[in-house]
């Protein structure tokens, strides 16, 4: 059972635009998600998190917003550009886990046009 | 900055061989995960460890083991593969803290490929 969902497994946006990235949740233990990007041939890269008490994050051109009551979180890139083009994956941490036992989504892969 | 070190970078062993693989955390990290991630599929975790005793254990098949040693580094040993270990495993660090408020750096993975 999938308890970190990314129901997109590919996005693609023109440079300059807004890419909005979605991931759902069903496990109302996660206390903490974050976002990670990955590119071919290497390992997943932090690019930004939100714990569970807040509704937004935000980091340069890159915001977490949190919908607790509907278990949906969204990644905004704005504006998008051409590095951004990834595979993203969204994941959870347990209350009380651990800070890497985290569960992942199947990513979703972004592609940002010139 | 200094990051995860896996070590291979690729791997390829026959069926019903070992394997073993390397990771050597960023430097005072105390704690070491490790995933697997097969074709298409998202990272599933295996393994992890805290000032080398095993801390959390996930989907790690009986074959699998792994510890962690007293310069942090980890290792994950495979035996009796089998065609479905085949997969990108990745291992991650990270400072343990008291508020969850911190994220594991991954490094850039070992392609295992059985045949």
């Known amino acids: 059972d999938q308890q970190v969902k990314q129901n997109s497994p590919s996005l693609s946006v023109q440079e300059g635009r807004i890419s909005i990235l979605n991931c759902d949740y069903t496990?109302?233990?996660?206390?903490?998600f974050l976002w990670y990007k990955k590119y071919p041939a290497e390992g997943p890269t932090f690019l930004i998190s939100i714990s569970s008490i807040k509704d937004k994050n935000e980091d340069g051109r890159f915001t977490v917003f949190l919908n607790k009551s509907a278990k949906h979180l969204s990644l905004h890139i704005v504006p998008s550009q051409p590095g951004d083009s990834a595979v993203y994956f969204c994941?959870?941490?347990?209350?009380?886990?651990?800070?890497?036992?985290?569960?992942f989504g199947k990513g979703t892969k972004l592609s940002v046009k010139p | 900055a200094a990051g995860v070190i896996q070590s291979p970078r690729h791997l390829i062993k026959e069926k019903r061989e070992t394997a073993t693989l390397k990771c050597y955390p960023i430097p005072r990290h105390d704690t070491v995960y490790w995933y697997q991630q097969g074709p298409g599929q998202d990272p599933q975790f295996l393994i992890s460890?805290?000032?080398?005793?095993?801390?959390d254990k996930g989907s790690i098949p009986d074959r699998f083991s792994a510890q962690q040693f007293s310069d942090y580094h980890s290792e994950l040993n495979m035996s009796s593969l089998e065609l479905g270990d085949s997969a990108l495993y990745f291992c991650a660090s990270s400072l343990r803290t008291g508020t969850g408020g911190t994220e594991a750096f991954f490094g850039q993975g070992t392609r295992l490929t059985v045949v």
């Open positions: 460890f805290y000032e080398k005793m095993q801390s």
């Open positions: 496990n109302s233990m996660f206390d903490y």
């Open positions: 994941a959870a941490k347990h209350y009380g886990g651990s800070q890497g036992n985290l569960i």
